[in-house]
């Protein structure tokens, strides 16, 4: 069993609309991030979240994004007005610190 | 330039080739990771190495922290192993409270073995 499962696993929306990516991890976690991948480039990161708050984010993760873990277990990245330059696969991330981090299998995100 | 270079960007092999992949980078990190993607697009964490050298299988995987370089290797190589191998590295560990790894990524390595 994944150590992290994302849902859903490909989400189409219109343009302006707003998303929301969910990520479960398995056991307890501390360390959250998020990471994206638009078509044809490599892995960017977005976030990282610790102790129930954001930790480190990057140019990327401006206003439109937002993360919370709404229960203490999911970990959830929320796109409020999504843009057609969105589109790409969303990577949820969860371990770190002295072990090794576990990636989802990522949702792809399609804005129409 | 990038943080984290691969290469060689494109690899196709024939069934039982002893494959290569390099990775250098040119900042500090506490760990280097290597993943593989398969053409669905998940990823599938490999190796974390901090140092010297892990075998998984047919995988090795190797690191040397004063040259800022790591290979990955794969022996007896199969079409299943096609699939792009990413390198990416972890930033120092925060200062206590203040933060999280951060992971920098190399481009990847697309990698086919043909039957």
């Known amino acids: 069993e994944p150590e992290v499962t994302q849902t859903p696993s490909h989400q189409v929306t219109q343009m302006g609309q707003e998303v929301i990516l969910r990520c479960v991890p398995i056991?307890?976690?501390?360390?959250f991030y998020w990471y994206r991948q638009i078509l044809g480039q490599k892995v960017e990161f977005l976030v990282s979240?610790?102790?129930?708050?954001?930790?480190?984010k990057s140019e990327i993760f401006d206003d439109q994004f937002s993360v919370e873990r709404p229960d203490g277990s999911n970990f959830t990245l929320k796109i409020r007005s999504t843009k057609l330059e969105d589109s790409a696969m969303y990577f949820c991330?969860?371990?770190?610190?002295?072990?090794?981090?576990?990636f989802g299998q990522g949702t792809r995100l399609t804005v129409v | 330039k990038n943080e984290v270079e691969q290469s060689p960007q494109n690899l196709t092999a024939q069934e039982g080739e002893f494959i290569t992949i390099n990775c250098s980078y040119s900042?500090?990190?506490?760990?280097l990771h290597w993943l593989q993607q398969h053409p669905g697009g998940g990823i599938v964490s490999l190796f974390m190495?901090?140092?010297g050298k892990k075998k998984h299988g047919r995988l090795i995987a190797t690191i040397n922290i004063q040259e800022k370089h790591s290979s990955l290797h794969i022996t007896a190589s199969h079409p299943r192993d096609s699939a792009v191998y990413i390198c990416?590295?972890?930033?120092?560990?925060?200062?206590?409270?203040?933060?999280?790894?951060?992971?920098?990524f190399g481009t990847g390595t697309r990698l086919k073995v043909l039957a």
């Open positions: 991330a969860v371990g770190g610190g002295q072990t090794e981090a576990f």
């Open positions: 056991s307890n976690h501390l360390y």
């Open positions: 979240f610790y102790n129930n708050e954001i930790s480190e």
């Open positions: 900042v500090g990190i506490s760990a």
């Open positions: 190495l901090s140092s």
């Open positions: 990416a590295v972890r930033s120092p560990p925060p200062l206590l409270g203040s933060g999280t790894y951060k992971y920098i």
